[in-house]
């Protein structure tokens, strides 16, 4: 079946620090993937894509990372704040007429002031 | 905010009863989706609407059925609800059907627990 990301794990940084968040992907045959932030009470927010011809792209404060070969994806966090506290999910896009989204567990990020 | 609205915030029921949760997609939008989330995991996809037909389906029972009306809002619907059901559920609407990287806005979610 198809997979995305790991069990939930908790990463837990200081106010200041950059924050790496990583996730597995199954599905070799994925051209697009996304990064959500979704806070306590609320439905997941985009935060950058990726589709699979490229290896890195940037945002504001983040950085997403893709490397195919070994079916990996990061979000790289600049300047950790206490707003940046959430849950992050990875999902992968398949493609096709249902765009449905494929996501993780995600991973819990905890920043401490 | 993303401009999806979801209607009830929370709602209690009990295993065997009935439910209907409902979405107002983002203005223009004419896709929506939902999605199931158990406590602690990532959301499931349950089906897709587009145009008022269903456009794809996860693996989820008949008892999950859903429909779309001609101004893109959608329903979710829930049969013979078994405990297992109570989940965070989240529609999500999208501008274009079939476009890979087309980004899908997601409500606040609904919050149904099942007793």
């Known amino acids: 079946g198809e997979s995305v990301g790991l069990h939930l794990p908790t990463l837990s940084v200081q106010e200041g620090d950059n924050s790496i968040i990583n996730c597995a992907y199954s599905?070799?045959?994925?051209?697009?993937f996304i990064w959500y932030k979704q806070e306590s009470g609320k439905g997941p927010q985009f935060i950058i894509d990726?589709?699979?011809?490229?290896d890195k792209r940037q945002g504001q404060r983040v950085t997403v990372l893709l490397n195919k070969t070994v079916k990996h994806l990061s979000l790289q966090i600049a300047a950790t704040q206490p707003g940046d506290s959430a849950v992050y999910f990875c999902?992968?896009?398949?493609?096709?007429?249902?765009?449905?989204?494929?996501f993780g567990t995600g991973t819990l990020l905890a920043v401490q002031p | 905010e993303t401009g999806v609205t979801q209607s009830p915030t929370h709602l209690i029921k009990t295993r065997g009863q009935q439910v209907t949760l409902r979405c107002s997609s983002q203005s223009g939008h004419n896709t929506v989706s939902w999605y199931q989330q158990a406590l602690g995991q990532g959301p499931q996809f349950i089906f897709q609407y587009y145009r008022e037909e269903e456009n794809g389906r996860g693996n989820f029972p008949p008892r999950f059925s859903g429909l779309q009306f001609p101004n893109y809002s959608s329903e979710l619907n829930v049969n013979a609800l078994e405990l297992d059901d109570s989940a965070l559920y989240l529609c999500a609407s999208s501008l274009v059907r079939g476009v890979v990287d087309n980004e899908q806005f997601f409500g606040p979610g609904t919050r149904l627990t099942v007793l």
């Open positions: 990726i589709r699979s011809n490229m």
């Open positions: 599905n070799s045959a994925s051209d697009y």
């Open positions: 999902a992968e896009n398949s493609s096709g007429a249902t765009n449905k989204l494929i």
